[in-house]
Nanobody, 121 residues
Framework: QVQLVESGGGLVQPGGSLRLSCVAS????????MAWYRQAPGKQRDLVAGITSDGSTNYADSVKGRFTISRDNAKNTVYLQLNSLKPEDTAVYYC???????????????WGQGTQVTVSS
């Protein structure tokens, strides 16, 4: 059974910073692309940032220059550094990973349970 567990969310003032972490646990062959999504109340879940297994990254325009995604493959962990936070960044942040259960199977997408980020003075 594969599990993704996020941590690091919280309440922060505008202009502040947070670092989110997501650890994948369980028995599996390998982790491929990883990403962070977010969902604000009443809105759809949108991609924030993604990172491939070789470290290539992509970002939503709204977070470019402020957020940084990274990963530690040895720890099966993906991070999201959030800087210069704005009230509009308030949302539940979800970790996503494409994982192969066995070497011969296709990748499957797994989601974490989400971590709340609230930006408010």
């Amino acid at each position: 059974q594969v599990q993704l567990v996020e941590s690091g969310g919280g309440l922060v003032q505008p202009g502040g910073s947070l670092r989110l972490s997501c650890v994948a646990s369980g028995s599996f062959f390998g982790i491929y692309a990883m990403a962070w999504y977010r969902q604000a109340p009443g809105k759809q879940r949108d991609l924030v940032a993604g990172i491939t297994s070789d470290g290539s990254t992509n970002y939503a325009d709204s977070v470019k220059g402020r957020f940084t995604i990274s990963r530690d493959n040895a720890k099966n962990t993906v991070y999201l550094q959030l800087n210069s936070l704005k009230p509009e960044d308030t949302a539940v942040y979800y970790c996503n990973a494409e994982i192969k259960y066995y070497w011969y199977t296709n990748t499957e997408r797994y989601w974490g349970q989400g971590t709340q980020v609230t930006v408010s003075s």
